[in-house]
């Protein structure tokens, strides 16, 4: 981040602040014609979000594991709901930026003298709502009174804000390429490949939104902006060489089929040189904040969890989750993170959530006759011999630990176990998390703007609470029998449908067929069947695979 230390570094004073968007990023790889009225009420990036929300790929999440086997029950999230959720959080960041990026600009306008052409903020009307809507009035961003070039909401060209629609519809295509059975599947499919280019989830969705969906003239997928595709691609490289010691699927945006197209995006969107969105960079922190809290709530309502565990984490998941922070991706920021750090950190999240909750409780009535008893001089203090003992001074004292022990244990019980209790300390963490976030504009390539928390501590949390749900949950000995049973479903499958190919449907298999001899291509049609599957229809297809029941006459 140095190079964003100063929000309007390297600008020469007297050059205008570029817009957030060009022409080049509407382009798409094959010219669609539109009609005019289309023109008029939707937007190219609208278009994409519709795209991908209508797209087979987006349904079939709704049978793909987030935490819990999908087929489990019908209350937990699955990889569709989870998508939505991460689309609702991403457009309340952007709507967040884009008011911190307005009060930047009109800032930076004013100190320059060049009041004559204040920056305003766009209609809202030009927002829309994940049900493809309008937004009313009363969801229009509140300016304060005092600020810089403040000016009216309904007056707007949009040309320095993030775009709502871009944002919602990278959130929604984040987790398409993921495979079933969760990232055992991953490993899976990775390890069928591993002399082929590998498989990664966040690949695959390239591959699935530039080659495998079908749209318009059905040879560019879903045949998105160049900008739509470079909101996905969250990083610089493709998958590297299999490595037989660590089989897990390295970190990558695209596979070497799709060079070409993604080199079309890096040269005409990130002008030849790769860079991180706006809305990329949304996208991220948008996942992280729905994965950790909402994983959270799933695992207390499936009894995975209890609050007051976050007080007693065992060593080896405190080891666990160090080890994690150290590998953080912007650049070390917990390279000195400590087991009693991270202790301290869960047991700081905990209260806070219990002081919150608090709030829900009904409190009585303040009775003004009744006066507030006086607490005993220094009953909450300590001798040095109670101090060993543990033993508090006076009856008091100790009634007054009991209660707030009662109390804490009480509201700890109902956030586990109650739906309004559970709810609110979700709400609570979302909120904390969203607006601990800032945008940091490089104003002489806004695209290139970095989005970053402004309190570590509050991102360290955030960050601590999604391995320690991981490690607590995600590795626990229940979730591992069904990821593990999913596991060799997908690595026996391969190899049957590999040697087998007339057990691909009817599409798959006029793709193999025009690969010739070619293995590479030949495995990558399998993969990319096999990695479209549902949990639900993987197991199905398995099963009748290996002779199970079912009728011939059922289409699978």
Same mark, same amino acid.
């Given at each position: 981040?140095?190079?964003?230390?100063?929000?309007?570094?390297?600008?020469?004073?007297?050059?205008?602040?570029?817009?957030?968007?060009?022409?080049?990023?509407?382009?798409?790889?094959?010219?669609?014609?539109?009609?005019?009225?289309?023109?008029?009420?939707?937007?190219?990036?609208?278009?994409?979000?519709?795209?991908?929300?209508?797209?087979?790929?987006?349904?079939?999440?709704?049978?793909?594991?987030?935490?819990?086997?999908?087929?489990?029950?019908?209350?937990?999230?699955?990889?569709?709901?989870?998508?939505?959720?991460?689309?609702?959080?991403?457009?309340?960041?952007?709507?967040?930026?884009?008011?911190?990026?307005?009060?930047?600009?009109?800032?930076?306008?004013?100190?320059?003298?060049?009041?004559?052409?204040?920056?305003?903020?766009?209609?809202?009307?030009?927002?829309?709502?994940?049900?493809?809507?309008?937004?009313?009035?009363?969801?229009?961003?509140?300016?304060?009174?005092?600020?810089?070039?403040?000016?009216?909401?309904?007056?707007?060209?949009?040309?320095?804000?993030?775009?709502?629609?871009?944002?919602?519809?990278?959130?929604?295509?984040?987790?398409?390429?993921?495979?079933?059975?969760?990232?055992?599947?991953?490993?899976?499919?990775?390890?069928?490949?591993?002399?082929?280019?590998?498989?990664?989830?966040?690949?695959?969705?390239?591959?699935?939104?530039?080659?495998?969906?079908?749209?318009?003239?059905?040879?560019?997928?879903?045949?998105?902006?160049?900008?739509?595709?470079?909101?996905?691609?969250?990083?610089?490289?493709?998958?590297?060489?299999?490595?037989?010691?660590?089989?897990?699927?390295?970190?990558?945006?695209?596979?070497?089929?799709?060079?070409?197209?993604?080199?079309?995006?890096?040269?005409?969107?990130?002008?030849?040189?790769?860079?991180?969105?706006?809305?990329?960079?949304?996208?991220?922190?948008?996942?992280?904040?729905?994965?950790?809290?909402?994983?959270?709530?799933?695992?207390?309502?499936?009894?995975?969890?209890?609050?007051?565990?976050?007080?007693?984490?065992?060593?080896?998941?405190?080891?666990?989750?160090?080890?994690?922070?150290?590998?953080?991706?912007?650049?070390?920021?917990?390279?000195?993170?400590?087991?009693?750090?991270?202790?301290?950190?869960?047991? /700081?999240? %905990?209260?806070?959530? &219990?002081?919150?909750?608090?709030?829900?409780? !009904?409190? $009585?009535?303040?009775? *003004? @006759?009744?006066?507030?008893?006086?607490?005993?001089?220094?009953?909450?203090?300590?001798?040095?011999?109670?101090?060993?003992?543990?033993?508090?001074?006076?009856?008091?004292?100790?009634?007054?630990?009991?209660?707030?022990?009662?109390?804490?244990?009480?509201?700890?019980?109902?956030?586990?176990?109650?739906?309004?209790?559970?709810?609110?300390?979700?709400?609570?963490?979302?909120?904390?998390?969203?607006?601990?976030?800032?945008?940091?504009?490089?104003?002489?390539?806004?695209?290139?703007?970095?989005?970053?928390?402004?309190?570590?501590?509050?991102?360290?949390?955030?960050?601590?609470?999604?391995?320690?749900?991981?490690?607590?949950?995600?590795?626990?000995?229940?979730?591992?029998?069904?990821?593990? /049973?999913? %596991?060799?479903?997908? &690595?026996?499958?391969?190899?049957?449908?590999? !040697?087998? $190919?007339?057990?691909? *449907? @009817?599409?798959?298999?006029?793709?193999?067929?025009?690969?010739?001899?070619?293995?590479?291509?030949?495995?990558?049609?399998?993969?990319?069947?096999?990695?479209?599957?549902?949990?639900?229809?993987?197991?199905?297809?398995?099963?009748?695979?290996?002779?199970?029941?079912?009728?011939?006459?059922?289409?699978?």
């Amino acid at each position: 981040l140095g190079h964003f230390n100063s929000p309007f570094a390297a600008r020469n004073k007297t050059s205008p602040i570029m817009e957030m968007y060009r022409i080049c990023d509407a382009i798409r790889r094959h010219a669609t014609p539109r009609s005019q009225t289309s023109l008029e009420y939707r937007g190219e990036f609208a278009i994409d979000y519709s795209r991908v929300l209508h797209s087979p790929s987006f349904r079939r999440l709704a049978n793909k594991t987030q935490l819990f086997p999908s087929n489990e029950r019908d209350f937990m999230r699955n990889r569709l709901t989870h998508s939505l959720e991460v689309a609702s959080i991403g457009k309340h960041i952007t709507r967040l930026i884009n008011v911190q990026l307005h009060q930047q600009i009109c800032k930076e306008q004013t100190a320059e003298g060049n009041s004559s052409t204040p920056y305003k903020p766009p209609r809202t009307t030009t927002s829309r709502s994940p049900a493809g809507g309008s937004t009313s009035a009363s969801e229009q961003t509140k300016l304060e009174p005092d600020s810089p070039g403040r000016a009216s909401v309904l007056d707007s060209p949009p040309s320095f804000y993030v775009d709502e629609d871009l944002v919602q519809m990278a959130c929604l295509a984040h987790d398409i390429g993921h495979p079933p059975f969760g990232h055992n599947g991953e490993v899976a499919l990775h390890e069928c490949m591993k002399d082929f280019g590998g498989f990664e989830g966040n690949a695959q969705t390239t591959r699935i939104l530039t080659v495998l969906e079908k749209k318009d003239d059905g040879k560019h997928g879903l045949n998105l902006t160049l900008r739509g595709l470079a909101a996905v691609l969250k990083y610089e490289k493709m998958p590297p060489t299999f490595n037989h010691e660590s089989p897990k699927p390295p970190k990558a945006s695209w596979y070497a089929t799709e060079s070409d197209c993604i080199q079309e995006v890096i040269d005409k969107v990130m002008d030849h040189n790769y860079c991180k969105t706006v809305e990329c960079q949304i996208m991220e922190h948008a996942d992280d904040i729905a994965y950790a809290t909402h994983d959270l709530e799933d695992s207390l309502k499936a009894t995975f969890l209890f609050p007051m565990d976050m007080l007693c984490v065992e060593d080896r998941i405190l080891e666990s989750i160090v080890e994690e922070l150290k590998k953080d991706k912007w650049n070390g920021r917990w390279s000195g993170a400590s087991s009693e750090g991270v202790r301290s950190c869960l047991e /700081s999240m %905990y209260y806070n959530i &219990i002081d919150e909750l608090e709030k829900t409780e !009904v409190q $009585p009535p303040n009775n *003004p @006759e009744i006066e507030p008893k006086p607490a005993a001089e220094d009953e909450d203090e300590w001798t040095e011999s109670e101090q060993k003992t543990k033993r508090p001074r006076s009856f008091a004292a100790q009634r007054k630990r009991n209660t707030d022990a009662a109390t804490n244990y009480t509201i700890s019980q109902k956030w586990a176990k109650n739906s309004l209790y559970r709810g609110k300390a979700t709400s609570y963490l979302i909120s904390r998390y969203v607006e601990n976030l800032t945008i940091r504009p490089n104003m002489l390539n806004l695209y290139r703007s970095i989005v970053a928390p402004l309190d570590e501590g509050i991102d360290m949390e955030l960050q601590v609470l999604k391995i320690y749900v991981y490690e607590k949950v995600i590795r626990s000995h229940r979730i591992q029998v069904d990821e593990t /049973s999913g %596991y060799h479903i997908l &690595i026996e499958m391969f190899k049957m449908i590999y !040697v087998r $190919p007339s057990a691909l *449907p @009817e599409d798959f298999r006029q793709i193999f067929d025009s690969c010739g001899d070619c293995e590479a291509t030949q495995k990558r049609v399998v993969c990319d069947f096999i990695a479209s599957m549902s949990d639900l229809y993987a197991r199905e297809f398995y099963s009748r695979l290996r002779g199970g029941t079912g009728s011939v006459l059922k289409s699978i």
